[in-house]
């Protein structure tokens, strides 16, 4: 069975600061990883995905996640933090092709930034 | 946008009272999906579809049915709803080659 653990339910940092939001994986066969971004009041949206090319994935937004098969895991980051950027962060495993098959979904991380 | 329109967006009801939540898509996509999110556990999945009147269970999917008998509709009913159905309940679609497109979301308070 797959699962994703996300380390941090809240994460607060400075505008202009480093953004780390880590996330590990398991999963029993090759995984198909993502990141997704959820506004107040509003649906998921797809920040970026990883489908077992590069192992550096850049996303929406100036955000990236680098794939590490060795420590399981698929951590989120951006150099510089920005006001826009509060929000709540899931990171989600498929265990399929990452199209017909479902999504087993962190329990978020909430993401502060503070003047 | 994925041409995903969920409805009702808010919905309150009382305890023992069946409920359905609609989902409606424009673009002609055969797999959909049903999640429930609730604070500390993320989103989890109800029930899925793969086609007209396919569909099968998902991981908390007790007290809740699906049916789709058009390609654009899936709906999710609570048959009898209770407290702890008091969520927000997405619903996504497969577009193919790419992952989830979320719906905006149906928030149901049962009370």
């Known amino acids: 069975a797959q699962s994703v653990t996300q380390l941090g339910s809240h994460v607060s940092v400075s505008e202009g600061a480093l953004v780390l939001l880590r996330c590990n994986y398991s999963?029993?066969?090759?995984?198909?990883l993502f990141w997704y971004v959820q506004y107040p009041n509003q649906g998921l949206q797809l920040l970026l995905k990883?489908?077992?090319?590069?192992?550096l994935v850049k996303g929406i937004n100036g955000f990236e996640a680098e794939f590490k098969k060795s420590e399981t895991s698929f951590h989120l980051t951006k150099p510089s933090a920005h006001m826009s950027d509060a929000a709540e962060y899931f990171c989600?495993?498929?265990?399929?092709?990452?199209?017909?098959?479902?999504?087993?979904f962190g329990t978020g991380t909430r993401l502060q930034v503070t003047l | 946008d994925a041409g995903i329109t969920q409805s009702p967006r808010h919905k309150v009801t009382e305890t023992g009272t069946p409920v359905t939540l609609r989902c409606h898509q424009t673009e002609n996509h055969r797999y959909m999906y049903w999640y429930r999110q609730d604070p500390g556990h993320g989103l989890r999945l109800i029930h899925y579809?793969?086609?007209?009147?396919?569909?099968d269970k998902g991981e908390v999917s007790d007290g809740y049915s699906v049916s789709r008998s058009k390609t654009e509709d899936f709906l999710l009913t609570l048959e009898s709803a209770t407290s702890s159905q008091t969520s927000v309940y997405f619903c996504a679609i497969s577009v193919l080659g790419s992952p989830l497109h979320f719906g905006n979301g149906t928030r149901l308070t049962v009370t």
């Open positions: 989600a495993v498929s265990e399929g092709t990452g199209t017909a098959s479902k999504l087993t």
């Open positions: 990883y489908t077992s090319a590069a192992t």
């Open positions: 999963s029993s066969v090759p995984p198909y």
């Open positions: 579809s793969y086609g007209v009147k396919d569909t």
